[in-house]
C-alpha cells in the first residue's frame, strides 16, 4: 500500500461532543491524499464509536484504541502508525481551513531546511471571549518567522501544538514525544530549538482554536505556570546560558525570583538581579544583589561570558526593557534572552 501524501495524528479522549465537527472538517480538505490516525486514549463517552463509525465510511480514517495511556503515550503509539514522513498534528475539537494540509505540505516541500511549519490561529466560539486566552493567541499570532520564534522561545510556547505539520523521521531521531512532566509540545518546540531546528508559520489563519473550560493547558497540571518555568531553566542550561560565566536576571519580582530557584538549583551562575523599583535596590533576593537596571553596562564589563535573563511578566514591559537593551548596544539572542 502506497504511503499518503500526509498523516494527520490526533489522539482522543472524551471529545464525543466536538469529533463529529471536527472530522468533517478534516474530510473537506481541498488535499485528499491523507490518512487519519485517531488515537482513541480510553474514551469512557461516545468517543470510540464515532470514530469507528467514521473509518468505517472513510477509509482514510484509521481508529486505533488504547488503555488510558495519556497523552504523550497516544501521540507515540499514533506517531508509529503515520506511513507519511509528513505529519499534521491535530486535536479533537479544533477545526481546519480547507487548504491546511494543501498550504503546508507545500511550504514543507518548498523549504527542505525547514523541520516545522504552524500557521495563524482563531480562537471560537466568539461568545466564549477569554481574554487571557486571546492575547496569548494575539502573541502567537504576532510570531511568523523562525526568527522571531526562536527569539521568543523563552517566553511561553510560540506554537499551537494543532496547527503544525512536521517531518516524522526528524521527530523520531529527536526522541518522539518525551515526558519531563511539563507540557509536552512546548517540550518538543524546546528540543527543536536546541537542536538548531527551524520553525515558522504561515501568515494565514488555517487553524480554527477551540476556547472552552475543559482545555488540557486548563486542567493538567503540565502546563502550569511552574511547570513552564522548569522547562525553561531546563533548557536554557543546555542552549542560551550554557559556557556563561555570570547570569544576570533583569527582574526580582515574582517571575525572576521563581525561574531564579531552578536556575540556582542547577548550580547556574546567577550573580545579579536587576529591577527599577527603588524598594528593592539595594536589597537581596536569593542571596544576590538587587541592582539598579540603569548600572547594567557597567556590570556587563565585569565579566568574561555574561548574559542577561529578561524575567518582568508586566503587561508591555518585555518591549520597554527591549527598547532600553537596544538603546545600549545589546544583542538580542546574544547578550540577552526574553524568559517572560
Known sequence: MS???????????????????????IQSQTLIDFELIAVNDGSDDDTSNILHAYSTNDKRIKAVDIVNGGIIKALN?????CRSNFVARMDADDLLHPKRLEMQLQHLQDNPRLSITSCLAKPFPHN????????????????????????????????????????????????????????EDYDLWLRYFIAGK??????????????????????????????????????????????????????????????????????????????????????????????????????????????VLVSVGSHGARKLIRDQMQEWGFNETEDYWCVA
Not at 494527520?8 to 472538517?25: C, Y
Not at 527551524?198 to 511547570?227: A, C, F, G, M
Not at 527582574?251 to 546567577?270: F, N, W, Y
Open 3 to 25: 504511503s499518503p501524501s500526509v498523516s494527520i495524528l490526533m489522539p482522543v479522549r472524551n471529545a464525543a461532543n466536538t469529533l463529529r465537527e471536527t472530522l468533517e472538517s
Open 77 to 81: 503509539h499514533g506517531l508509529a502508525l
Open 128 to 183: 466564549s471571549y477569554n481574554k487571557g486566552f486571546h492575547r496569548y493567541v494575539d502573541w502567537l499570532n504576532s510570531l511568523t518567522t523562525s526568527l522571531e520564534i526562536s527569539r521568543d522561545i523563552f517566553v511561553e510556547s510560540p506554537v499551537p501544538h494543532p496547527s503544525v505539520m512536521l517531518r516524522k523521521q526528524e521527530l523520531e531521531s529527536l526522541g518522539g514525544y518525551q515526558d519531563y512532566g511539563w507540557a
Open 198 to 307: 527551524q520553525i515558522s508559520k504561515i501568515p494565514k489563519v488555517l487553524l480554527y482554536w477551540r476556547d472552552h473550560p475543559n482545555r488540557t493547558s486548563r486542567t493538567d497540571s503540565r502546563y502550569s505556570v511552574e511547570n513552564f518555568l522548569k522547562a525553561k531553566a531546563y533548557y536554557l542550561l543546555r542552549g542560551p546560558v550554557l559556557n556563561r560565566d555570570n547570569i544576570i536576571i533583569w527582574g526580582a519580582g515574582q517571575m525572576g525570583k521563581r525561574i531564579s530557584k531552578h536556575l540556582i538549583r542547577s548550580e547556574a551562575p546567577v550573580s545579579i538581579f536587576l529591577d527599577i523599583n527603588p524598594k528593592k535596590i539595594g536589597q537581596k533576593l536569593r542571596g544576590r544583589p538587587i541592582c539598579s537596571a540603569d548600572q547594567l553596562p557597567n556590570l556587563w564589563k565585569q565579566s568574561a561570558r555574561p548574559i
